[in-house]
């Protein structure tokens, strides 16, 4: 078996283990969750009925903040642990106002997805970053690759900066993926895909781009390093590769998305594999 298969084998397996990691994290941290919930429940049903609300409250949030510091994750699981029960003692009391937090909810896990994830929202390619992408993106009939595609914004800029290139947008969230399927649906090449990139193959494709967050960056670049061919570019919006100089960086004015980095991979791989380096781009 090859260099490159064992070591595309090993990061296969170092994702379906980081999946399950994820999974098993959550998994526990709702339990945790609601337990808590289940403990403010009894508090309030049978043990200390005379306390006063406000009193008891209190009482439950102190508990959580001790328990959660414990055995939850981070301040986000923290604070969904303290809230929930007051939460539904509040929808108790005024069910309208439940049923509108419902609804909000609803729409945000639609909008978001599987957020938890890959630990990153949805925010969007500003049109500053947009122009500078296009004008790396190479001409002919290359294979793109977005990484978590959004409402399909950049696969379109793309798309009018090369027409001929065959685009797959990668995006797990319901809504932004159901608006790119509408937007795309007459375009024969672009496919949006409803996959987790990173249990997906990157081996076919020359150019890839993604903004996404710092904390999956690493992750990103190990996989990029061994599946990507020498001759193909990564691109990203705003977040570095920890110790890893980009090949170029472009500035872009105004707002927090202020610059691209774009790595030649050939470079890279070269200086692990010792490979001979074949610019196309
Ligand atoms: C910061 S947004 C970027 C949206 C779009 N690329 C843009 O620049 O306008 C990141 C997107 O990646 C998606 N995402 C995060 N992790 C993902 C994963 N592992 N697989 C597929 N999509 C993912 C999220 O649902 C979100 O829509």
């Known amino acids: 078996m090859s260099k490159q298969r064992v070591s595309k084998a090993s990061t296969d397996n170092e ?42 409250s209190l009482f439950y949030v102190c508990i959580s903040l001790i328990l959660g510091r414990f055995f939850l994750p981070n301040r986000v699981w923290l604070t969904i642990a303290i809230l929930f029960y007051p939460t539904y003692l509040i929808g108790k009391q005024w069910p309208l106002l439940a049923l509108f937090s419902f609804f909000c909810l609803s729409v945000l896990t639609l909008l978001m997805g599987q957020a938890w994830r890959g630990r990153v929202p949805l925010f969007l390619t500003s049109r500053g970053m947009l122009s500078q992408l296009a004008s790396l993106i190479p001409q002919g009939k290359v294979k793109i690759a977005e990484l978590g595609s959004g409402t399909g914004s950049v696969v379109e800029a793309m798309c009018l900066a090369n027409p001929e290139a065959m685009i797959d947008g990668y995006e797990l969230a319901w809504i932004p993926r159901w608006i790119s399927y509408c937007r795309f649906a007459k375009q024969p090449n672009i496919r949006i895909l409803n996959q987790d990139f990173m249990m997906t193959d990157w081996s076919c494709y020359d150019v890839i781009y993604v903004f996404q967050s710092p904390l999956v960056m690493e992750a990103i670049w190990k996989k990029a390093l061994t599946e990507m ?53």
Request: cysteine-free.
């Open 229 to 281: 061919h020498a001759n193909s570019i990564l691109i990203s919006n705003s977040f570095e590769v920890p110790g890893v100089t980009a090949t170029q960086e472009f500035s872009i004015a105004g707002g927090r998305q202020n610059k691209l980095l774009m790595w030649k991979m050939g470079s890279y791989k070269d200086h692990i594999h010792g490979n001979r380096r074949q610019d196309k781009f």
């Open 15 to 56: 994702s379906a283990a980081r999946q399950r990691f994820l999974l098993l994290g959550l998994r526990f941290s709702i339990l945790v969750v609601v337990s808590l919930f289940f403990a403010g429940f009894l508090l309030t049903s049978f043990a200390i009925k005379e306390w006063q609300p406000w009193f008891l």
